[in-house]
């Protein structure tokens, strides 16, 4: 009875500021297809400390179709689906992870409320964004029924989701870390102004998964290390001023809050596939964050745009006392390429600054140049998600800097192509390795047509 009850649950209910669009007018059926292909390799994964792991290569290509089907002038139908390949491999040590399949991305049925209620209700898996591309409370499709409304200046999006069946026929299970977890988004928009708004946002976390105790035993591909009952909430303010002898201004200003308990599991190395749990902790966890982005195009210089921003994430000096200060993102943000396409570090025991600059070269084409400085906000000897694989010293908060190239071509024929190539040195946090160097290209082609 109560699995049947979780069947029902998935009902996202959420206030936003992105609003669906039914069909054009041309019929009653739309459609879309896009391909793309996005492939990208990592060298110095480990620093060099183990070279036979370094080199890590990921390639995915992608035929993705849209359909949404109106039915009457109230209620729609939509679906998109992809076909997938995906590949893994860390090309030094001769080892390569291969996926392919169809994936469900979004699937289910809308209903408009009309002129004179302006809402509507979705039903199924659907996308859910946030209004900033740097703090990224949300930037994944998930299994939800969702409401979304507009009154004059306010919008608000609320819903419930848990994750229903696997995202792809190329899996055998749902994702551990979405599975049995039920979360309520609520998002509350205000314009206060033209171009200035502000916008409130809360998420709820309640993880029904199965608890381990000490000696039992887990498949290694099914490993959660964390189950957490969390509630985040925050509140940003993004703001455009136009000033004629200065130029355009963009203002972002953000600050957020988690709390909750959390059990976290350790567990030893597989063997025949399977681990053990050696040690189990229960923590109460309290964080906040701040942070803020600035960009600047000046009036005399409109293809040029200066880049400034920050972001501070909690800290914890004492992991060992069932107290957790650190903060941490939802999990639900989505690839973390905000705070640098290489290190991509969660908001978690952070500081990061950055300063860019971007240049519109021509239209449809743009170059940036970015420079990210990590720090640990308290010392320690590990960070909670960075893609650099080697442990700290815990003697240094200086995890180093990094510098990211990237062009961006978008052509009026459906043909959008970006270029990417980072690079990472580290700091003293990583000991002798400080010094050395990982490097980071990539190249993403997408084509509608």
Known sequence: MERSVRKLLPVLLTVGIHHSVPAADSGPLDYGFQFSMDRSALDGLKLGDDPTGDR????????????????????????????????????????????????RKQVGIGYFFGEQIKAELNLG?????????????????????????TYGDFEAMLALAEEQARTSTGDDFIDPEFDAVRRVILS??????????????????????????????????????????????????????????VGELEIELHTARVSGDETVYVFDDPAGGLSEVIERKRNSVRGMAQSYLLSWTPS???????IVGGATGSGDSDPDDGRVRSFRQSGLQGDSESFGELYQPELSNLVVDLIGIEWEMSAGVEIALLRYDYEQRKLADEMRDVSIDLDLTGASRDLGREIDLILTIESRRGLDLVLTAAEFDPGNAYGGFAGTTSNFISIELVYEF
């Open 125 to 149: 898996r659907m996308e859910f964004v946030s209004a900033s591309e740097w703090w990224l409370w949300w930037d994944e499709e998930l299994d939800a029924i969702r409401l979304e409304s």
């Open 56 to 103: 890590l290569v990921e390639a995915d290509l992608e035929f993705e179709f849209s359909l949404e089907y109106l039915v009457n002038e109230n209620l729609y139908l939509f679906l998109t689906g992809a076909l997938i390949d995906e590949t893994v491999t860390l090309e030094t040590a001769g080892n390569k992870d291969a996926k392919s399949g169809l994936e």
């Open 188 to 245: 509350l928009g205000w314009e206060v102004a033209a171009n200035h708004n502000l916008v409130f946002y809360y998420l709820d976390q309640s993880d029904n998964s199965g608890s381990l105790d000490v000696g039992d035993f887990e498949h290694f591909d099914r490993i959660d290390d964390e189950d957490a009952d969390l509630a985040w909430s925050g509140i940003s303010y993004l703001g455009e001023f136009d000033i004629e002898s």
């Open 300 to 306: 005399a210089l409109d293809d040029w745009t200066l």
